[in-house]
T-cell receptor, first 116, second 107 residues
Framework: DAGVIQSPRHEVTEMGQEVTLRCKPI?????LFWYRQTMMRGLELLIY????????DSGMPEDRFSAKMPNASFSTLKIQPSEPRDSAVYFC??????????????FGPGTRLTVL | KNEVEQSPQNLTAQEGEFITINCSYS?????LHWLQQHPGGGIVSLFM???GKKKHGRLIATINIQEKHSSLHITASHPRDSAVYIC?????????FGKGTKLTVNP
């Protein structure tokens, strides 16, 4: 398996623009997670899906952020409009079983977002 | 106060030294994870443990549930061990991450 695939790897955009990040989880994994990593706050969970259904979106910063999972092999994280404080590395991860506990999560390579 | 605290934040060692990275947490957990993030940015899972000790090659992870503390040890450190090591605790709701320990091993 190719592992978790994310695109783009790098994104530079201007404030106010819409940004769409994409993720393909490992086949057969029922859970998909979106994380954000910054120097100040480290890794933070934004949202996670189970069988394509959003389960916990309490980490989504505000209404400018939205995430969808239209099928088992694809998810998007959208920021509209983007702001400089959204600059971070966004990771997608997937796991076969539960959201936490004793279940390994497999991380994608991340998308480094810079909002000017 | 963060729910997961790691120490030290930065660590520089000479090749061959024994390394210890500490993680303390304040929330109830079901399991603790140690992750490694290489300079290129990729994150891989090293260990998941809920009690006792686990060993994989030169890496050893221990956890003391009563004291809410875990340690990651690296024996005979090597420059390729240079990375950020992240502790994460599994709560009923989600994984909560420490801010990481940046390890640099010099030849």
């Amino acid at each position: 398996d190719a592992g978790v695939i994310q695109s783009p790897r790098h994104e530079v955009t201007e404030m106010g623009q819409e940004v769409t990040l994409r993720c393909k989880p490992i086949s057969g994994h029922d859970y998909l997670f979106w994380y954000r990593q910054t120097m100040m706050r480290g890794l933070e969970l934004l949202i996670y899906f189970n069988n394509n259904v959003p389960i916990d979106d309490s980490g989504m910063p505000e209404d400018r952020f939205s995430a969808k999972m239209p099928n088992a092999s694809f998810s998007t994280l959208k920021i509209q409009p983007s702001e400089p404080r959204d600059s971070a590395v966004y990771f997608c991860a997937s796991s076969r079983f539960g959201a936490t506990s004793y279940n390994e999560q497999f991380f994608g390579p991340g998308t480094r977002l810079t909002v000017l | 106060k963060n729910e997961v605290e790691q120490s030290p934040q930065n660590l520089t060692a000479q090749e061959g030294e024994f390394i210890t990275i500490n993680c303390s947490y304040s929330v109830g957990i079901s399991a603790l994870h140690w992750l490694q993030q290489h300079p290129g940015g990729g994150i891989v899972s090293l260990f998941m443990l809920s009690s006792g000790k686990k060993k994989h090659g030169r890496l050893i992870a221990t956890i003391n549930i009563q004291e809410k503390h875990s340690s990651l040890h690296i024996t005979a450190s090597h420059p390729r061990d240079s990375a950020v090591y992240i502790c994460a605790v599994g709560t009923p709701q989600k994984l909560v991450f420490g801010k990481g320990t940046k390890l640099t091993v010099n030849p």
